[in-house]
């Protein structure tokens, strides 16, 4: 009788310990669900050696994010697909299903960016991850935000008639965020400001895109706010992040340009948290240090018609006939004749920074590029 009320006392403890661990599973799967989107990434990663490439490769291990996006020059220096395996790959490589990549000039000195396509879609393969080999653009839905891949290395009409009809098909998204290697504003010393990306920023500051994310400057650089031709722009201005730091050699600054926040150069990752209606960041080294932190709120509302702050204004090309409306189908506000149309919504954040984080410096950190100028 002493046994058989042992084992029935044992059954009893082992089912609620069953029992336990189910609902503790249950609720730490809750929490994981529930928290927003994490997303990291960075541009110019690879050299043709084992470089600070696994380091920053390191972070995303600790960071874990949902998605990692690439900035482009993925393998330097010429997107060889036998170097994308040799270096890339047990680097980076080791997020490749969740990776959202996008192409840059180094990706493309093999002819059509075939190592690039060939690693990130396949063999031989049109399309895939990385979108198709003609285009290497496209997009995607990450909670509440809308996140555009675009091919800064094949500017062409078709692809901002894409980008119009796409963000035109995502107007119900709360918030987006486009990235590409090319960027319009930078205050490096070797590439600097580029015209290149005018298009897509006339595009996104029109649909009232949020952040926009670059590399092709091996440094790492915030902007405040700003329209297309680079004036200040609180309510209305898409933020800018420079991040060529995921491992190919550094680059040095020159003078600031106007509305640069941040600036050092480091190797390390961008770390984005992806909120309903609004989003952090923090721009962290390979020793695991947080160098640049802050928020910022998404903007909602009809269209820009006018663009308010200091600065020059925007000359945005007018949309073509045979491109979507760019109307938006949220709630419209009624304008009254010479009055201004509503301006957009977004709150001013103040980045959480030390002044001291600050780096004006020329001189970069860590291993200085002296190659891979274009």
Not at 249 to 272: D, E, W
Request: with cysteine.
């Amino acid at each position: 009788m002493k046994l058989i009320f042992q084992k029935i006392i044992k059954i009893v403890l082992l089912v609620m310990f069953l029992l336990i661990s189910l609902f503790e599973l249950k609720n730490l799967q809750v929490f994981a669900q529930s928290g927003d989107p994490v997303i990291a990434g960075a541009g110019d990663i690879s050299p043709r050696s084992n470089g600070p490439q696994f380091q920053t490769a390191n972070l995303l291990d600790s960071i874990n994010p949902a998605f990692v996006l690439t900035f482009g020059d993925n393998q330097y220096p010429d997107g060889i697909l036998a170097d994308f395996n040799t270096y890339y790959h047990p680097s980076w490589g080791r997020f490749k299903s969740r990776t959202r990549p996008s192409t840059g000039n180094h990706d493309y000195h093999t002819p059509g960016g075939a190592g690039y396509f060939d690693y990130f879609n396949g063999v031989g393969v049109n399309s895939g991850v990385a979108g198709d080999r003609s285009k290497g653009y496209y997009s995607y839905n990450v909670g509440s935000w809308h996140l555009i891949a675009l091919n800064s290395e094949a500017m062409s009409s078709t692809q901002n008639a894409w980008l119009a009809a796409d963000l035109q098909a995502n107007q119900g998204t709360a918030c987006t965020l486009a990235y590409w290697h090319e960027p319009r504003f930078s205050s490096g010393a070797v590439h600097g400001s580029n015209n290149r990306s005018v298009p897509f920023w006339d595009l996104l500051y029109q649909y009232k895109a949020d952040v926009v994310l670059n590399g092709h400057d091996h440094l790492y650089e915030r902007f405040a706010p700003q329209n297309p031709s680079g004036g200040s722009d609180p309510t209305n201005g898409i933020r800018e992040f420079i991040a060529g730091t995921g491992g190919a050699g550094l680059y040095a600054f020159g003078s600031p340009i106007a509305n640069s926040q941040f600036r050092v150069s480091t190797h390390g990752v961008l770390k984005l948290t992806l909120h309903q209606t609004s989003y952090d960041w923090q721009f962290i080294n390979i020793n695991s240090q947080v160098l640049d932190s802050g928020s910022g709120n998404c903007v909602m509302g009809s269209a820009v018609t006018s663009t308010p702050g200091s600065g020059p204004t925007s000359t945005r090309t007018p949309t073509p006939p045979n491109l979507p409306s760019p109307t938006r189908t949220r709630t419209p506000t009624p304008t009254l004749p010479g009055v201004p149309s509503p301006t957009r919504t977004r709150t001013p954040t103040q980045s959480v920074v030390s002044p001291t984080q600050i780096v004006g410096s020329p001189t970069p950190t860590g291993n200085i590029c002296t190659y891979f100028k274009n």
